[in-house]
């Protein structure tokens, strides 16, 4: 636990089991290794449509979406992470990446990030949907109302495209991704062996 | 290295880079964990046809080709396996399957496709093309003529249909995989995993 001797990009999409996975991991993980973690939402929505996906690869394609649905029973056992398919998937994560930008100057994006992941990844409950989100933000002591009229205006918004632009251009093509420098990885799997780099770095 | 308490069945596609990893590893961990494994060759084409793809989504979607060429890099140094890209990417497998269910009769089935995996991955060679398979062969000390009339008779044909189908019914679609009993694992990265839930039986 010593001083942080590296830096790790955690890029993820509110609406991707495996990114809730890596997101109720990494603050320990990270503490361990000694490493500074930047917490990058972003949106693969975009990302997808432009390989042509107009819904989640695991929608698209059953198989791997049955894969992905048995994987995060086992994940959540190794773990200890609560998990359950919500009813709705994948959600629409606009608003909630667009409040954890909003987090992310305030100094309360990490226990927002995690509050709503456990609110659709636990509790199967609907992220795109403002009251929940109003919700999770009461949970954490915060008034929602002006927070919603902040993410309304045209500086979140625009952040928020160029994060997902910025993370396109990274060669980030799925989430959770983690970057170390220029070095990519791919995949909550992939966790340990970025903090690694990142440690040594 | 006591007696092998359980089975794991290893499904790999010959043109697959993640394949050729886990077919270099799967022997020594397998003794280590006490279990053996049944060598499945199959083609991974018809699924991706199935899904809509006509060549290997490392092609399709540039973003993740980039990605895995990089992270085959990392791989082999981390596993201290010689690769390379070989010109020609995805190759088509299908004389390497139909041999390999041969050398699954015969007994030969590991080297063989061990050393075709070397041939294309090391080496940079194109495994369709018939003379580099004669070469694999003779290097094993078999005679290729007879074995390529085996081949291109109809029960190793069917054989290696059946076995495609099988995979797609089983939930497969990548490789390498992993099944123990109808758990499936997907991924050279969870190797593992599925030996050790095989180890436990």
């Known amino acids: 636990m010593g001083e942080a001797s590296g830096r790790l990009e955690f890029w993820y999409e509110f609406s991707s089991t495996y990114s809730y996975i890596a997101a109720m991991r990494i603050e320990r993980l990270a503490e361990t290794a000694g490493v500074t973690i930047d917490w990058k939402p972003f949106l693969l929505g975009p990302i997808f449509a432009s390989q ?22 086992r994940l959540a056992e190794q773990h200890d992470v609560p998990f359950r398919m919500p009813a709705v998937f994948p959600q629409n994560s606009l608003q909630a990446a667009r409040l954890a930008l909003v987090g992310a100057e305030a100094g309360w994006i990490i226990p927002f990030t995690k509050a709503v992941y456990l609110a659709a990844f636990r509790d199967g409950l609907d992220v795109s949907n403002r009251a929940v ?26 952040q928020l495209r160029d994060q997902t632009d910025l993370a396109q251009e990274s060669g980030i093509f799925g989430a959770p991704s983690f970057m170390v420098g220029e070095e990519l990885f791919w995949g909550n799997d992939r966790l340990e062996q970025a903090l690694e780099m990142a440690r040594k770095g």
């Open 52 to 73: 042509g996906w107009n819904t989640s690869p695991f929608n698209i394609y059953p198989a791997k979406g049955r894969y992905m649905v048995r994987e995060m029973e």
């Open 133 to 158: 989100l109003e919700d999770v933000l009461r949970g954490l002591n915060l008034d929602p109302a002006p927070l919603f009229d902040r993410i309304a205006g045209p500086d979140i918004k625009e």
